[in-house]
């Protein structure tokens, strides 16, 4: 790197507060050599100093857009985080659809879309789940600061590692082969409209937004690259820009910053959130209930004490501070039970390698153990190895026949490779398993509970 760019502690100090004043972001002083790669990429012969003076200024503005391109972390693909795109596919979307029936109109929004694979993925599923699209008004915004993933998401045109979880349906159904690359369909591209925006920046918003408000907003791995005080204003953001009955999306171990007015509603694998209707307000007073779910923690299997803690903390999305007290528990004792939820931790914080290792000596001193293989499989199908991931997911079930979450997995892995038949078999069986079950007792150790479970199914089926 050029001298020029060692950023001294002042100026270190200005341009981590103009990203967390002016972005949200958080660039804390473990990331400095990040910043001076990125300043350095851009600077055009300006030193340090002249460049932190330069990006503060009114005339800087041109620079600081070329420095946050280079800056910001673009990694998206298709359809990432199957757990979501599960709850968008039987629960959340036809429940949008019924909503809007009557005036067939709907608005989603994607904020932090990167290069647009993930509202590509929200339009193709809407393509495929809504009968008759053409006659509905869809608004569908997609925002992002960086102006260079605009582009990219505008022209619609991906690599092989974009579909590196997708089934081939997909592509041979809405994209086209172009110059060694996939040219998105043009009624999907037509469905999306991207446009930059800051969601720290309130005339930004206001403007790319526009009135009336949303019935979908998903804004995942976006929070984890900011501060506290950004996870708070953009939460603000949306907690006002959604219709009510309307549905938050954020990423896994993200913390979304929700209140009364909202509640935590849990999927397999996910937790979304869901803006209160005043029916559902007046209902919760009438039966002096909080309106909010309370969420409990119960144990998967017994497991000696600490281990509850760990499992509050994942069911309230504190993955970081569910890690450091796992840690503690592994260093004290040897116990499958610990290892696979520092592989469900680990996984949920984006550090796949380790997770899997954490599975795989799980596995080691357990053998019939399924969270070992199943936790191992959820992590797999993130990284997009798919085949691997079926394995330990059979696995999973090959060691506990009546594992329920490995049933609901193999449900939704037929479902999304369209084995309809397959699929409603496993779906059965989860039900079969659950019956005479007790409505709260919790399956999953992150809050998912028997009669929640039950719900799902029973609105797939
Ligand atoms: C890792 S990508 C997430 C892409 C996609 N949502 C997903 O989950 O696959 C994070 C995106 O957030 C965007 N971003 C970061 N800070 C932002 C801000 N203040 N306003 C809008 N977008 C921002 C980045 O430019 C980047 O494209």
Not at 90 to 98: C, R, Y
Request: charge should be neutral; hydrophobic fraction near 40%; proline fraction near 3%.
């Amino acid at each position: 790197m050029s001298k020029a760019f060692e950023l001294g502690e002042r100026e270190f100090q200005t341009l981590s507060g103009l990203l967390r004043d002016r972005f949200g972001l958080d660039y804390p002083l473990q990331k400095k050599v990040e910043l001076e790669k990125a300043c350095a990429s851009v600077s055009d012969g300006l030193d340090a100093a002249e460049f932190c003076c330069e990006v503060g200024s009114p005339s800087g503005e041109g620079l600081f857009q070329r420095f946050i391109n280079r800056l910001t972390v673009g990694e998206t693909y298709f359809f990432r985080i199957q757990a979501h795109f599960d709850a968008l596919k039987s629960v959340i979307l036809p429940g949008i659809f019924k909503k809007r029936a009557g005036e067939k109109r709907l608005r989603i929004w994607s904020a932090g879309c990167a290069t647009g694979e993930e509202p590509y993925s929200v339009a193709m599923l809407i393509l495929e789940t809504l009968p008759d699209p053409g006659g509905w008004e869809i608004e569908f915004l997609a925002t992002d600061v960086n102006t260079d993933f605009l582009s990219s998401a505008r022209r619609g045109r991906y690599r092989e590692w974009s579909f590196r979880k997708v089934d081939d349906y997909w592509r041979k159904k809405y994209f086209e082969p172009a110059d060694g690359e996939w040219q998105v369909a043009a009624d999907v591209r037509a469905m999306v409209k991207f446009v930059r925006a800051n969601l720290i920046d309130e005339r930004d918003n206001v403007v790319a937004v526009g009135p009336g408000s949303f019935d979908l907003i998903l804004c995942r791995n976006v929070f984890i690259y900011f501060g506290d005080e950004g996870i708070e204003r953009a939460s603000a953001l949306f907690r006002r820009y959604l219709a009510p009955g309307g549905w938050f999306v954020g990423g896994h171990a993200e913390p979304f910053v929700y209140d009364d007015g909202f509640e935590a509603v849990n999927f397999p694998g996910a937790f979304v959130y869901r803006k209160l209707t005043a029916e559902d307000v007046a209902a919760a007073k009438k039966r002096r209930l909080p309106a909010e779910r309370p969420r409990k923690a119960v144990r998967v299997r017994p497991a000696a004490g600490g281990v509850e803690r760990a499992d509050r903390l994942v069911a309230v999305g504190k993955d970081s501070r569910a890690l450091e007290q796992l840690t503690e528990l592994v260093a004290a004792r040897e116990d499958a039970e610990l290892y696979w939820r520092m592989g469900r931790v680990l996984g949920n914080l984006g550090r796949y390698e380790e997770g899997l290792e954490w599975c795989r000596r799980g596995a080691a001193l357990d053998k019939t153990n399924p969270y070992c293989y199943y936790i191992a499989a959820l992590i797999q199908e993130e990284m997009g190895k798919n085949d691997e991931a079926f394995d330990n997911l059979r696995r999973s079930l090959y060691v506990e026949k009546s594992f329920v979450l490995g049933h609901f997995s193999m449900a939704s892995y037929h479902r999304w490779r369209r084995d309809e038949e397959r699929a409603a078999r496993s779906y059965r069986n989860v039900l079969k398993l659950l019956d005479g079950r007790g409505e709260d007792e919790e399956i999953s150790g992150d809050g998912l509970t028997v009669g929640r479970l039950r719900e799902i199914v029973n609105q797939i089926l």
